[in-house]
């Protein structure tokens, strides 16, 4: 994988070419035998070639729009991008009409220079955490490929892209942990900002209380330049936090529970190395934390489910036999709460809020596996029972990030060739700055 830093200071010392970077990506799209064709939905290899061309010689005159100009992206699938369709990894939406503008994000990746490489596959209206579309295939992790494992959803075309070398960086959208969970399982940085952070405008909602947009690259700066780049800010590359006196706080209920050998030994190792290196980490009850499930116990649901049915209900009536009935199910799943109930719950949330941000003041982040395991594979999802649970599984750490408005990092923290396991930071309200120079620091440390 290339980062963002090392592919930009390519190209401007003139060692490699935007037209050349934008075949490198499209011939490993094309290849038979990768991932390409299930990883996106469409290529845009035209137009690509024709931005790229233009890039370089902007480039050569002086008059490049900036250092990233000419690097590829992959787009998620429910990002506006004017002239094409925002399908949702949906078969529901293929004769809609395609966007009349860019949505602003993209907006924002054009004007720095980004070049869209192709419309990348996620799960059906991003509604689940394992990755699985059976509308458009699904892409396999990069990991133990021969058996055919998840790549976590439902960012999933993005984060194989990215760790396939598909694309240099791709954005992604994270509901639950929609772009740290396909970062996770394939090895790569996903970052989830505060929602407020990244205007929505022009992508295809899941749940407006939890959605966030976000991206996924190869390290954490290549996440730190793009989510500036989308929230309409200078992108910079963090200054690394010195991980010595960083105080992390392990939540001792929930985000270890069910956690496989594999996830463990690797979680285990990599807060020994923080510890040696000076980091202060302690155990901690927080309350709040368990308060959550009950909240949506009372209410009988959560947010996602009653919001996506708000937004699906025509489109569920007229055209709910082109669904997958493992998205659909869920959604239906919103026309049970009341409204007394919803109320309820927003009002819940805010109690839950404030007595988190009470308690982890003290505390630079919180510190969790991002998943408890490791990619299951495929043929494990065959029956309902065991699908629901696994997405169940990976979505319980990342989602408490979402529910309480938090920032939220996973990185890698596995020794190579062994299966990807991500370490996650989750930071405060508004604190994603703090939060990617203590990523950067923590990123420097495990890979020492």
Same mark, same amino acid.
């Given at each position: 994988m290339r980062t963002l830093q090392d592919t930009a200071k390519a190209l401007a010392n003139e060692t490699l070419t935007a037209r050349a970077l934008v075949e490198e990506c499209l011939a490993k799209i094309a290849d038979p035998a990768g991932e390409g064709a299930r990883a996106f939905i469409c290529v845009s290899a035209d137009a690509a070639r024709s931005s790229a061309d233009a890039h370089d010689a902007l480039r050569r005159a002086g008059r490049a729009a900036g250092a990233f100009a000419g690097i590829p992206f992959a787009v998620k699938d429910l990002y506006d991008v004017a002239g094409e369709r925002s399908m949702a990894g949906s078969r529901a939406l293929a004769d809609s009409a395609p966007a009349k503008a860019h949505a602003p994000t993209i907006a924002r990746m054009l004007a720095a220079g980004f070049i869209p490489i192709g419309r990348a596959n996620m799960t059906e209206f991003a509604y689940s955490g394992i990755g699985a579309n059976p509308h458009y295939g699904t892409p396999l992790s990069p990991w133990d490929r021969a058996s055919r494992r998840i790549p976590g959803g439902s960012s999933s075309g993005s984060g194989v892209a990215v760790a396939d070398g598909m694309a240099i960086v791709a954005l992604g959208s994270d509901t639950g942990g929609s772009c740290r969970i396909p970062a996770a399982l394939c090895g790569i940085v996903g970052y989830k900002p505060t929602a407020r952070r990244v205007p929505l405008d022009g992508v295809i909602p899941l749940s407006g209380s939890l959605d966030s947009l976000g991206p996924l690259g190869a390290s954490v700066g290549c996440c730190a330049i793009v989510d500036g780049v989308l929230a309409g800010e200078t992108p910079a590359l963090p200054a690394a936090r010195p991980v010595s006196g960083l105080r992390l706080a392990i939540p001792t209920q929930i985000v270890r529970d069910g956690m496989d050998a594999t996830v463990s030994a690797a979680f285990d190792k990599? /807060?020994?190395? #923080?510890?040696? =290196?000076?980091? +202060? /980490?302690?155990?901690?009850? &927080? *309350? !709040? =934390?368990?308060?959550?499930?009950?909240?949506?116990?009372?209410?009988?649901?959560? &947010?996602?489910?009653?919001?996506? &049915? *708000?937004w699906h209900r025509e489109l569920l009536a007229s055209k709910g036999d082109l669904y997958d009935p493992r998205v659909s199910s869920r959604i239906a799943t919103g026309a049970q709460m009341l409204a007394a109930d919803y109320i309820n719950l927003v009002r819940a949330r805010r109690a839950i809020i404030a007595a988190m941000d009470a308690q982890t003041a003290e505390y630079d982040a919180l510190v969790m596996p991002t998943c408890p395991i490791i990619? !299951?594979?495929?043929?494990? =999802? *065959? $029956?309902?029972?065991?699908? &629901? +649970?696994?997405? *169940?599984?990976? =979505? +319980?750490? !990342?989602? #408490? $990030?979402?529910f309480l408005d938090r920032c939220s990092i996973s990185l890698p923290c596995h020794e190579p060739g062994q299966a990807p396991v991500g370490l996650m930071l989750t930071g405060e309200t508004g604190g994603d700055h703090a939060l990617f120079s203590i990523a950067a620091g923590v990123e420097a440390a495990l890979r020492h």
């Open positions: 990599a /807060i020994t190395r #923080l510890s040696e =290196l000076g980091a +202060r /980490i302690v155990e901690i009850d &927080f *309350a !709040p =934390l368990s308060e959550i499930g009950q909240a949506m116990v009372t209410a009988k649901g959560g &947010f996602a489910a009653p919001e996506a &049915f *708000a990619a !299951p594979r495929l043929d494990e =999802l *065959a $029956g309902d029972a065991e699908y &629901f +649970r696994l997405n *169940a599984l990976l =979505l +319980r750490n !990342p989602s #408490l $990030g979402n």
